[in-house]
C-alpha cells in the first residue's frame, strides 16, 4: 500500500463541512467518491482537521492509502477532472507509510476576513463578514498580541470542554487592513472548536470601540467562553496552510 499526500483548495459554501455525512454533501464525501472512480477502490482519507459547514481551504492537507500505482501528478489531473470545480487537487505526493496529515501536523494557519465597506459588497458575501461600523484595524492587530504564547483558549472555544485539554500555542497574529476589508491571520500549534472564529468576534469589537484592547486579555484570564465576543460566521474563515517537518 501506497501513502499519497493531497493538497486540497476547496469553496466550502456548497459543502456541509469535511467529514463525511449521510446524505449530505462534504468534502470527503466527494474527494473519496472520485478516488473510487479513479483508483476501483473507496480510500479512507484523513484530512489535517475538519473544516465546519461554510468554511473555505487554501491549503487543506490529506492523507489516504491506496494499492493504485497511479503517478501523483495522474492524482491531480485526474481527480480535478473528476470532481466539481468547487474543490481542487493543488498537489499530490508519495510519502513514507508513517506521515499522518493530522497528527504530523506542526502548526497550520488560518485566515478571517472582514468586509468593513458602509454596503456590503456583492462579489465577497461567501468570503467574508459584513460589519459596516468602522474598524480600527491597528487597535485590532495591538490587542491580538496578547493573545501570542501558550495559553489555555477555553474562552474561545464553543461548547468547552471539546478536547482533551484547551491549551495551545499561538505562534502568530496579524490583523491588516486593506481597502475596505480587515484580514485577521492567527498560526498555532493547534485549533480549538470554532476558535478563530471567536477570536475574530472578540477583536471586532475591538476595532468597533466597544472595548478597550486590553480586554482581550482579560477575556483570555477568564477561562470562559461567555466573556469573549461572538462567533463570527462561518463564510470569512480559511484554512490557509499546514506546516509539517521538512
Known sequence: ?????????YDGTE?????????LR?????????LERLTGARPSTTASGRTDAGVHAL???VHFLTASRHQPETFV???????????RVLDAREMPQAFHATLDARSKRYRYVIDNGRVAS????????????????????????RLLGRHDFRS????WPNRTSSVRTIHDLTVERRDEFVTIEVEADGFLYHMVRSIAGTLMLVGSG?????????????????????????QGLFLVKVRYAE
Open 1 to 9: 500500500m501506497r501513502n499519497i499526500k493531497l493538497t486540497l483548495c
Open 122 to 145: 456583492p462579489f465577497q458575501l461567501r468570503y467574508s463578514w459584513h460589519v459596516p461600523a468602522p474598524l480600527d484595524g491597528l487597535a485590532m492587530n495591538r490587542a491580538g498580541q
Open 77 to 87: 489531473r485526474a481527480l480535478n477532472a473528476l470532481m466539481p470545480r468547487d474543490l
Open 210 to 234: 466597544k472595548r478597550p484592547e486590553a480586554w482581550v486579555a482579560d477575556v483570555l484570564a477568564a477561562e470562559s467562553r461567555v466573556a469573549a465576543g461572538p462567533t463570527a460566521p462561518p
Open 15 to 23: 459543502f456541509h463541512g469535511w467529514q463525511s455525512q449521510p446524505g
Open 26 to 34: 462534504t468534502v470527503q464525501q466527494v474527494l473519496e467518491s472520485a
Open 59 to 61: 491549503g487543506q492537507v
Open 156 to 159: 474561545f472555544e464553543t461548547d
